[in-house]
T-cell receptor
Framework: AQKVTQAQTEISVVEKEDVTLDCVYE???????LFWYKQPPSGELVFLIR??????QNEISGRYSWNFQKSTSSFNFTITASQVVDSAVYFC????????????FGSGTKLNVKP | ETGVTQTPRHLVMGMTNKKSLKCEQH?????MYWYKQSAKKPLELMFV???????ENNSVPSRFSPECPNSSHLFLHLHTLQPEDSALYLC???????????????FGPGTRLTVL
């Protein structure tokens, strides 16, 4: 079974719209870490955020915000007032404490922001 | 050079060729990784090296052979590949601590490999 599921394969929005990218994970560990990465057309993944399983506070960084819900095993990512430069593939990833250097990535969500 | 660099950026090879992918990190990290990214599939972790020792090998076919001569360099040697091995191969590095808390991995731009 896949440990990280990103059900949205591709999303298209118009500039200035808000968009939420979903991420659902599966683990039996009580200590784990969740990540979001952005992959622009240039190819290299860019780190966005890391959260540990004990910190359920939502986080906001500029136009980006993350909603961590342990009850639903979700770690969703919202971009407010999207811009064309946000167009990329976004990956959610899970790392478990007993194998911390092994990242389980979702299959990614491609976001298209149109002007 | 800064960050993680990979060469070549593009590679086309026949099934009988032998080639190598190179990765170099300029971040002083002590762990390096090879990932395979195929269309519409999750990133697949292939190899992990921590302190220049291989600690993870996810049952990768023997036609892929990694080499980590020092903490800054990582190679992926390729021989007798199959067309289904065509993909984007990404290298990453991170700084590991004894605490076991995973730090973010920094990725290179990848090598786009096509096997004919």
């Amino acid at each position: 079974a896949q440990k990280v599921t990103q059900a949205q394969t591709e999303i298209s929005v118009v500039e200035k719209e808000d968009v939420t990218l979903d991420c659902v994970y599966e683990t039996r560990d009580t200590t784990y870490y969740l990540f979001w990465y952005k992959q622009p057309p240039s190819g290299e993944l860019v780190f966005l955020i890391r959260r540990n399983s004990f910190d359920e506070q939502n986080e906001i960084s500029g136009r980006y915000s993350w909603n961590f819900q342990k009850s639903t095993s979700s770690f969703n990512f919202t971009i407010t007032a999207s811009q064309v430069v946000d167009s990329a593939v976004y990956f959610c990833a899970l790392s478990e404490l007993d194998n911390f250097n092994k990242f389980y990535f979702g299959s990614g969500t491609k976001l298209n922001v149109k002007p | 050079e800064t960050g993680v660099t990979q060469t070549p950026r593009h590679l086309v090879m026949g099934m009988t060729n032998k080639k190598s992918l190179k990765c170099e990190q300029h971040l002083g990290h002590n762990a390096m990784y090879w990932y395979k990214q195929s269309a519409k599939k999750p990133l697949e972790l292939m190899f992990v090296y921590s302190l220049e020792e291989r600690v993870e090998n996810n049952s990768v076919p023997s036609r892929f052979s990694p080499e980590c001569p020092n903490s800054s360099h990582l190679f992926l040697h390729l021989h007798t590949l199959q067309p289904e091995d065509s993909a984007l191969y990404l290298c990453a590095s991170s700084q590991e601590f004894a605490s076991g808390v995973p730090n973010e991995q920094f990725f290179g731009p990848g090598t786009r490999l096509t096997v004919l």
